[in-house]
Each structure stands twice: as C-alpha cells, then as structure tokens.
C-alpha cells in the first residue's frame, strides 16, 4: 500500500472525498477530515478571491483545534483542486494563498505543470493529479506528480471512458505509487473492490452532493435518491470536456439528453470568470454512475459512518 506520509494514521478508511465544483465547501470538507477521510474542494468554488483566503483559514483553524482536543485520533488532511488548465486566469492568486496555508493536499486536473509540483513541495505538501488514460498519467509522473488519481468510466463529472480493471492494470505496470480510483464508488463494497484492483484508496464523490452539508439545490441532493446510473448521460456539450450529467436535468434545460451536441474542447468553460456559458449550465447536474447505492440524504459524518460499516462487512465476507 502506497499511503501518502500525509495521510497515515489518520484516515478511517481509505476514501479522498473528490472536489466538487460549486458544491465542495468548508462545511463539507471539515466534516469529511473530522469524519476520517480527505475532505477536498475546488479554490474556483471560493469567490471572490478573498473568500478563498476565508475558507482557507476557517478550515485550517477549525481542524486545528480538532486536532488538539482529539489528539488520538486527528482529523484527515484537505486538498484543494487546482484546474490546470490556461482558461483558469486565477491559479496563479490560488496558489499564492494555499502556499499561504501550507496546503498539506493539491488535487491536479486538466494539465500537469512542473512549476505547480515544485511550489507545493517547497512548502512541503503533495500533488495528486487526475488522469484518465496511462498517457496522461505518464506526463504528470515526469513533471513531479506524487500520485495518480485514476478517473475511469462511470465517475461524476469529468470522467475517462476506460474500464478500472483496463485503467488501474496499466497505470501499475510502471507505477507504484499513491494510486486512487474515481469512477461509480458510492459504497464500502466498491472501496475494498478499487484496493483489490491494485488501487491504494478509493476517490468518492457524487455520494457526497446528497449530504446535508453540501452546496447543492435540495432537488439535486433528492435526484440522487430518486435516480439510478441508467439516467446519466456522457456528453462533452457543457464544459467541452466529457462528462457524466443526470438526464433529467439535462431535459429540464430543454435540451434533448439523447441527442446532444458535442462541443469543442478549445473553447473550455470553467467558470473561472463566470462566463455566460458557465451561467447557462449552472443547473446541469454532474453525477456518476454509483448513485444507485445512494438511498437517503444523509451527514457527511453519516455517509462516512456508512461507508466504514459496509467496508469492514465486505472485508469479513472476503475472508470467509
């Protein structure tokens, strides 16, 4: 097993809750690290610019003062998702701050860049970056990445199109390190499966949206409920980058989700500016392939407590 030194002794199951984009807060990251699992949140979440510096210094201090109370069983580190990518016009300001805070965890995507690797070892912390084929994975090793987080078919919004069994046999051909797994894990069944594909940790998010400290529309966190993987569609139309997205948001927009546009992938949309499009889309639901196991909208400490007790049962079914 190849658990990052960050993160040893400190996890209750070997999950990183993935950053969400508009729905990842501090409420949620906070309650996930406490929980015992990496909580996560893209900085394009945090606007302006000094509400990043805010949610920043409110989870640090807050899992600070966790930790001191709890001193035998501290809180799981926190990430922060960068997005690599040129049309984010504000890494350069996102990074100056997690610099800042000493950022113990930065999430990669779309775009591996060196610079970005070396400043976060220069304050210490490490760099997880996301991939979806063993191309790409190979590119963010050489530039200075320290683990690979793999996004297989089946993951909430941007997502690969290969199988995990394809995609995790590959990337440990040549790599042997921190390696994690996104791609319809919404169960403690499905984390000890990605450990039993060679994967160290499993990269869980469309389960989180139904929580109660998640930044998402109640009608959002009840699809999850409501729906199953037959209502997600795959489709590069909202961001120019594929993604899986719920059906029936999809109809709600007027849009028909079995006939959709494929749209260029030069003209990416982020939300960094909050741009028209990214206006537009705004109630086009990300989600994965997983939500079938997702019944209830529960607390993220629930959700993890959950997750634990269905991971342990799958562990003593195996050993049987």
Known sequence: MAIPTVMQGKLSIPVVGSPLFIISNPDLV????????????????????????????????ELAAYDAANPDSPSAPFA???????????????????????????????????????????????????????????KAVEKGADGLIAVAAGAGGHAGALSPFALIQELREWFDGPLLLSGSIANGDAVLAAE?????????????IATKEANADPEYKQALVDYAAEDIVYSSLFTGV??????PSIAAAGLDPKNLPESDPSQMNFGSGGGSDSKAWKDIWGCGQGIGAVKSVLSAEALVARLIAEYETARQRIAR
């Open 30 to 61: 906070i309650a996930q690290c406490k929980a015992g699992i990496v909580g996560s949140f893209p900085s394009l979440n945090a606007r302006p610019l000094s509400v990043l510096d805010d949610w920043l210094k409110q989870i640090s201090t």
């Open 80 to 138: 922060v998702n960068q997005i690599v990518h040129k049309s984010n016009d504000r890494l350069e300001d996102d990074m100056a701050l997690c610099e800042q805070y000493k950022v113990p965890i930065v999430i990669t995507s779309l775009g591996a860049q060196k610079e970005v690797n070396d400043r976060v070892h220069a304050w210490g912390g490490i760099v997880l970056h996301d991939v979806i084929n063993n191309r790409f994975a190979k």
């Open 196 to 208: 039993a594909m060679g994967a160290d940790m499993a990269y869980i998010g469309s389960a989180f």
């Open 242 to 247: 594929h993604g899986n997205y719920l059906a």
